[in-house]
């Protein structure tokens, strides 16, 4: 990895002693966000994880380019309003010149049409900013294995946006048959309620709703909620009014 | 008919009620006197200064008839041009046409230069000329009514306790009245009618409606706020 | 002589005339002056509100939102010993998130952002989704023909038909509500119908109710519109606003 000439407004961290074993294993990523108390968080958290690398930050979405083009990282955390380029305007460019970057986004809550953009632009997943550090590392790990991560707070109402959207939601050309009891309980997942709710309206145990969920969650190939109720949105398993 | 002709019809009406009457011109002198610091703080001063110069005219009028029994054409015009520059002051004061100063001067002066031209080019002892007190009456009026108008459409509280309102009231209904009883007595000059009588007798009760409106409204002037913009 | 009388009759009547005809004409132009006055009053007072609103709403996303979300990361950040204390901090995060999901919906209700970036008609279309699932009116809009609105109108409107929607659900007890949407000649045209029990115009507006329908008239004013209200007691509701839009 090359840590690059230091520019002046980027900040590049110190970097961790190479580690034989994990070099080949870890992912390198810069994070952008124009917010720099939240910035400086999240560069901390990273900086602690075995997992990834932190090559830089950037404060807006012209630093990004320079700094993407400086440290060709895997992957890149961008926030979504910046100043003088925007995290969609960046993630377009950047994709344009290094389409195998993965672009996850960063969003604050009153941004829902501007993630969806962002997904139509490239971006392989999102997540909102008051996700947990496990979050975050999971959607990382997630999208670096090339899949799609839907941060679990999702909205309703932003699960119908991305369904409508030009974005292609899952690899899965053909949705997989479900049987009517998987059905039911998709639905109720979609409502919110949880596997002892379920249970209870279903007069199952808790453990076999929980099972039934895995099993959900493997066949539409999604990791959360989020990611069961936009698939159930797209192949109208459920319908929009029923969930908002 | 001759102003002595015309002074005696007045005179034969009940003396004492016109008397009587003709003081109640000093009520607005007292209600002026007891409110002094209100009126120079509130911007009335034209209009009291008017008050007294109509209290003095009170007196020089009966003196320059009786005592020096000469005719009172010239005291009686000189006092409504006064009268005229005062009233025409008081409202700009109260702010009419306070943006546009040559209109202002214009309507103020217009009178005057018809007063000159009566008094100087006609020199007329016998009867007064009515165009400059006509022209004067109409002005008046049209400024008054101006700025009633303007109070009743712009939210004033109280109306009837605010005392330009009451003045301006008072203004309509004399100078009306005035230009009507320039109308009788000039066609009273040729002859006499029953109309012009009537209407030149009501002239001691206008008046003394008038002078208590007035005074009424000095009563009323509230007293100085300490921070106004105005 | 009797030509002069004639003639000083003639002058006092023009002169009183021209007094009475004065009396009207300056009373009709201050009191158009003193209405207009009233509506700028009214505009500027409106305008002020809704930069507030707008400032406020900045300000939560701008000022609370990446301080909540650093303290989140924070937290999730500290790695404890016990399973207490991981508890507790698990706990404080889903508080945070509770604080953040409520400041998403103040600022939500304080300004749709979906306002600025879709525009009106997709505003309302996600405001009525939101409006149908927490309560049981029926809600429908119909767009006859597409509709466009100057920037600095639409936040009205928007508002307008947020009002019109809260009083049909808080006071009229209906089962069903149409919003219709036109345009014609320049104007947008915007009827809306109830089956609700309806209500006596006059005792309302009166009434600490009439708040919202004042309001109502006041938005209406100060885009040039006109609207138009029918209702009697049983027999629904119907709103009719018009407003020049070219």
């Keep these: 990895m090359e840590a690059g000439a230091a520019l002046p407004q980027t900040r590049l961290l110190p970097q961790k002693k190479p580690n034989f074993i994990g070099m080949k294993n870890r992912i390198s990523l810069v994070i952008a966000d124009d917010h720099e108390i939240f910035r400086d968080g999240l560069a901390l958290m990273l900086s602690k994880q075995e997992a990834v690398t932190l090559a830089g930050q950037a404060g807006d979405g012209e630093e990004l380019l320079r700094l993407v083009d400086t440290t060709r990282p895997d992957m890149v955390l961008t926030d979504i309003k910046m100043p003088r380029l925007d995290g969609i305007g960046a993630a377009k460019l950047i994709l344009k010149r290094y389409p195998d970057t993965k672009i996850i986004a960063l969003s604050m809550f009153e941004e829902e049409d501007l993630i969806v953009e962002m997904l139509e632009a490239g971006a392989k997943g999102y997540l909102l900013k008051n996700a947990d550090k496990r979050e975050i590392l999971e959607a990382i790990l997630t999208v670096n294995e090339g899949n799609i991560f839907y941060c679990k707070h999702t909205t309703a109402h932003l699960a119908s946006l991305i369904v409508k959207s030009k974005f292609d939601s899952h690899k899965k050309a053909v949705g997989p048959l479900f049987t009517d009891r998987e059905r039911e309980i998709i639905k109720l997942i979609c409502r919110q309620h949880t596997a002892q709710e379920i249970g209870d309206l279903l007069f199952l145990s808790k453990r076999t709703v929980e099972g039934y969920r895995t099993r959900i969650l493997e066949k539409m190939d999604v990791k959360n909620t989020a990611g069961v109720v936009i698939f159930a949105l797209k192949h109208s398993i459920i319908k929009e009014e029923e969930i908002l | 008919m001759d102003p002595a002709g015309f002074n005696r019809l007045t005179m034969m009406n009940s003396s004492n009620l016109l008397f009587l009457l003709s003081i109640t011109v000093y009520f607005p002198v007292i209600a002026g006197l007891v409110r002094l610091r209100r009126i120079k703080k509130g911007g009335y001063q034209p209009f009291f200064i008017l008050m007294l110069l109509a209290g003095f005219f009170e007196l020089v009028n009966p003196f320059v008839l009786v005592v020096l029994r000469m005719h009172n054409i010239v005291v009686v015009t000189v006092y409504m041009l006064f009268e005229w520059l005062l009233i025409a002051w008081q409202f700009r004061e109260w702010g009419l046409l306070r943006n546009r100063k040559k209109l202002y001067t214009f309507l103020v002066a217009l009178p005057c230069l018809v007063w000159l031209v009566e008094r100087v080019v006609f020199w007329e002892l016998d009867h007064f000329m009515p165009y400059f007190q006509v022209l004067y009456c109409f002005l008046v009026v049209i400024f008054s009514v101006n700025t009633i108008n303007f109070m009743i459409t712009h939210d004033y509280r109280r109306l009837f306790k605010n005392p330009t309102f009451l003045i301006c009231i008072a203004f309509i209904i004399y100078f009306v009245y005035t230009i009507l009883f320039n109308w009788a007595y000039q066609t009273s000059l040729n002859g006499r009618t029953d109309t012009t009588t009537f209407i030149i007798m009501l002239h001691g009760y206008v008046n003394a409606l008038t002078n208590i409106t007035f005074a009424i409204a000095l009563l009323c002037i509230p007293p100085p706020q300490k921070f106004t913009l105005k | ?246």
């Excluded at chain 3, 002069?4 to 158009?32: A, D, E, P, Q, W």
């Excluded at chain 3, 149908?132 to 639409?154: A, D």
């Excluded at chain 3, 928007?158 to 104007?187: D, P």
């Excluded at chain 3, 209500?199 to 009166?206: C, Y």
Aim: charged share 25%; with cysteine; aromatic share 6%.
């Design chain 3, 1 to 246: 002589m009797e030509a002069k009388v004639l003639n000083i009759t003639l002058f006092v009547s023009l002169i009183l005339g021209i007094i009475i005809v004065y009396f009207f004409v300056s009373i009709i132009r201050y009191h158009r002056r003193y209405v207009k006055l009233q509506r700028e009053k009214i505009f500027a007072e409106i305008t002020i509100r809704e930069n507030e609103r707008k400032r406020i709403a900045g300000d939560l996303h701008d000022s609370l939102g990446p301080l909540l979300s650093a303290v989140k990361l924070n937290i999730s950040s500290v790695e404890v010993e016990s399973v207490d204390d991981r508890e507790v901090l698990e706990k404080t995060g889903r508080y945070l998130d509770e604080i953040i999901g409520s400041m998403r919906r103040i600022s939500h209700d304080l300004l749709p952002s979906t306002l600025e970036r879709k525009g009106l008609l997709e505003a309302i279309r996600e405001f009525l989704l939101q409006v149908k699932n927490k309560q049981s009116v029926n809600i429908q809009l119909y767009v006859v023909k597409e509709i466009t609105v100057p920037k600095e109108k639409e936040i009205h409107i928007f508002r307008m038909v947020q009002e019109i929607v809260h009083n049909t659900i808080k006071h009229a007890h209906a089962h069903n509500l149409q919003i219709g949407f036109s345009e014609e000649g320049g104007y947008l045209l915007c009827l809306t119908k109830d089956d609700g029990q309806g209500f006596d115009k006059e005792k309302v507006l009166s009434s600490s109710h009439g708040l919202g329908l004042r309001s109502l008239e006041s938005r209406c004013e100060i885009l040039n519109g006109v609207l138009t209200l029918d209702s009697a007691p049983g027999g629904g509701t119907h709103y009719f606003i018009k407003i020049p839009v070219s």
